[in-house]
Structures are given as C-alpha cells and as structure tokens.
C-alpha cells in the first residue's frame, strides 16, 4: 500500500507474527486488492508478486514446492481512477493482470484461486 505502509505485504513479511505463522505454514494464499489493480499497471503489480513470491520461496523453504503458494485471481472492479478513467480500460487492466498471473503461476509453480465473481456480484459504490 503507498499510502500506509503497515498494509503492505512486504512490510507484513517483515513481523515477528507473520514470521512465525510462515515457519509453521503448509501453505499460504495471497490476494491483491481491486485498489491495486485501479492504481497500478497489471505488468507493475505482477512484477510485486513476483517479487514477494520470491522472498517467501527464499525465507520459507518449506513453501518452495509446488502449488504451496496460491493467489487468488483479481475480480471485476468497475470504479474508475485517474489512471484508468474508461471502464473499458480498467477491466482490460484486471485481464492483464490475471493473464499476467496465470503465467507467472507456471513459472513459479502457484495455484491460482478464480472466486468466479463478475460484475453482477458487485455492489454499487
């Protein structure tokens, strides 16, 4: 998170408690918000996973074997921002980044998690 940094995943990785729960942990499921996928660019954001998968393959070598890791794919997000002002150019983000995710999933032996949510299943805000 830019904004307050003790959201962030790589500053939560860094806790005493977090730490513990991944030496004991037989698997871990990370989700990315809508928030950085209106924010950021999908190729960005996959670049962080990595980067964080990474580290916890590194510090945790009992989650360095296949399908430990899974990553729950981003659902539809209809709230535009500056940087994705089009609703047409955020959802076009949101697929980048899953395509981007399944991808590095094989790369880097993930599961990922589809929650099967469209935009039906949203609220309006």
């Known amino acids: 998170d830019r ?3 003790k959201l962030s ?3 939560l990785l860094s806790t005493e408690d977090l730490q ?3 030496s004991r942990a037989t698997g ?12 950021l660019s999908a190729e960005e954001i996959i670049i962080q996973v990595e980067r964080i998968v990474e580290r916890v393959q590194q510090d945790y070598t009992h989650l ?8 729950i794919s981003a659902f539809p997000c209809l709230k535009t921002t500056r940087r994705f002002p089009e609703e047409v150019e955020l959802i076009s983000n949101i697929d980048r ?3 981007g995710l399944r991808s590095l999933s094989t790369k880097m032996r993930l599961n990922i998690i589809d929650l099967q949510i469209t935009t039906s299943h949203l609220a309006q805000d």
């Open 97 to 99: 980044y899953n395509q």
């Open 3 to 5: 904004y307050v940094k």
């Open 20 to 22: 513990t729960q991944l």
């Open 64 to 71: 360095n074997v296949p399908s430990t890791i899974s990553i």
């Open 28 to 39: 871990v499921v990370f989700l990315v918000g809508t928030n950085s996928v209106r924010i």
């Open 9 to 11: 995943v790589e500053y």
